[in-house]
């Protein structure tokens, strides 16, 4: 490493905990304080789970999928996204379901909270064939929506090439990011309603020539910065065969106003796999990314941000979902997917994990 390029903060993750839920877990946060986790699955359950041992506890439910998870800053409530199209407001503290709204006609992909406790994102779309080359049909419905999040008011609507997969809010609040399955970018000024930057990177998208043609991949998390400068994305890198889905576990970042490419996943520092969540450090210096492998040594590494090097990096086993820090830093929240086994006396076997792991210096 030349002497002028800062050195990484050396971090070490050790699992400390699981929990095991009955159905695969697909959007995870966690309170403030944290002492409660919230899931969310297959089952459309939301799950409410104690940071030390402790008993979950079901608290509401979607009709689907429940496919995104998110506290609301500054309240009581947890906001789902389902398969259903709807959003639920769920007050955890009373354990009562405050609102639902119908948010899309189609399937709720991914959800975001404005820091400030304001604004919640949620993206949609379902990929059509427009034509004979397979290109995306034009969205049915307004991909990206924003909402108020203390009415449940339709605060934003954009158009975005559907599927739209992934969704990030600024810091300021200002500025909401979506991504796509052709690895596309949208970022629009919230308060002036424009489209504020768009671009496409072919580096997370694989348009498929053996056995089928289609678009596969995309981007499947985002996050800003602290700071707000930059913007993170995560998916695979493209495949010779798509239908294999052995490409490059890959993260990118962007400098959003220009969509300049600042940096992504080092050659020789990952294997093969879709990478489906993002996270920053609460120091700024480190974030996660995960999700599962198809080959290699990992599918949970911690990244340094002013070098981008991995710092290191666990086979966690099976598919992990989502990612989140503790306030202080010193725990990392995973919810995962195990494959489904066939039923063993007429039951299924419980394929949801939600585990804890410690972060050492």
């Known amino acids: 490493m030349p002497e002028s390029e800062p050195k990484p903060t050396p971090a070490v993750l050790e699992k400390i905990r699981e929990v095991v839920l009955p159905s695969p877990v ?22 409410l789970i104690p940071v030390e041992p402790g008993t979950p506890e079901r608290v509401s439910r979607h009709t689907s999928y429940c496919s995104g998870v998110r506290r609301i800053p500054g309240t009581p409530w947890v906001v789902t996204g389902g398969y259903d199209g709807r959003l639920c407001w769920t007050d955890v503290d009373s354990r009562s379901l405050v ?4 948010a899309h006609e189609f399937w709720s992909w991914d959800l975001a909270v404005s820091g400030d406790g304001r604004w919640i994102a949620s993206v949609t779309g379902r990929y059509e064939a427009g034509g004979y080359r397979y290109e995306p049909a034009p969205g049915r419905e307004p991909g990206v929506r924003v909402f108020d999040a203390a009415t449940g008011a339709l605060h934003r609507s954009w158009e975005h090439v559907p599927p739209v997969q992934s969704v990030a809010i600024s810091p300021d609040g200002r500025f909401v990011a979506a991504g796509n399955l052709m690895g596309e970018v949208r970022v629009w ?8 930057s768009s671009w496409r990177d072919d580096g997370l998208t694989s348009w498929g020539v053996i056995k089928s043609h289609h678009f596969l991949g995309g981007i499947f998390s985002m996050m800003f910065s602290p700071d707000g400068k ?16 052995n ?13 300049k490419r600042l940096d992504q996943t080092h050659d020789g520092e990952s294997g093969q796999g879709l990478m489906e969540a993002l996270a920053f ?3 700024g210096s480190r974030f996660a990314m995960a999700g599962r492998l198809f080959q290699g040594t990992w599918n949970l590494a911690l990244f340094d941000v002013a070098t981008g090097r991995n710092l290191h990096a666990v086979d ?13 830093g010193s725990r990392l929240f995973l919810s995962k997917a195990r494959g489904q086994e066939k039923p ?6 419980e394929s949801g994990l939600v585990e804890i792991y410690a972060v050492r210096e």
Do not use: N
Request: aromatic share 8%; net charge negative.
């Open 230 to 245: 930059d913007l993170y994305v995560c998916g695979m890198g493209p495949m010779v065969d798509p239908m294999a889905g």
């Open 99 to 102: 609102r639902e709204v119908r």
């Open 316 to 328: 966690a086993k099976h598919r992990i979902t989502g990612l989140k820090f503790s306030a202080d």
């Open 344 to 349: 063993k006396d007429g039951r299924w076997k």
């Open 189 to 196: 000024d919230r308060e002036a309603d424009t489209l504020a």
């Open 281 to 283: 450090h609460p120091d």
């Open 26 to 47: 697909l959007g995870l946060d966690v309170d403030p304080e944290g002492r409660t986790l919230y899931a969310g699955g297959h089952d459309g359950a939301l799950v």
């Open 247 to 259: 490409g490059v576990q890959r993260w990118q970042r962007f400098d959003w106003r220009s969509g």
